[in-house]
């Protein structure tokens, strides 16, 4: 239980959602609760950048339509991390 006290305190505050984010990173954090409400784990999500494949469909971004991606369990774990990026540019 001192461990799961630590890495709170690491943490930091909790949002409505149970989430928290690792400054600097792409990390996010849940927290388990139990009916009471206090915390009795956490969960990690660790996040990645990937390079190299905004560039074959940047292109796409200027024509103002929808994009569906399709595909495969990679390409659905890439999805996040696409739309994070695209909208990154579009703020450029």
Do not use: P, W
């Amino acid at each position: 239980m001192e461990e799961l006290e630590d890495a709170q305190e690491l943490v930091g505050e909790f949002g409505a959602d149970n989430r928290a984010g690792i400054e600097g990173t792409l990390h996010r954090i849940s927290a388990i609760r139990n009916r009471k409400g206090f915390i009795v784990g956490l969960t990690c999500r660790v996040g990645r950048a990937v390079s190299g494949h905004i560039d074959m469909l940047y292109d796409l971004l200027h024509y103002g339509k929808s994009i569906l991606f399709v595909g495969r369990y990679l390409l659905l774990v890439l999805h996040t991390t696409l739309m994070l990026h695209f909208s990154s540019l579009m703020m450029i």
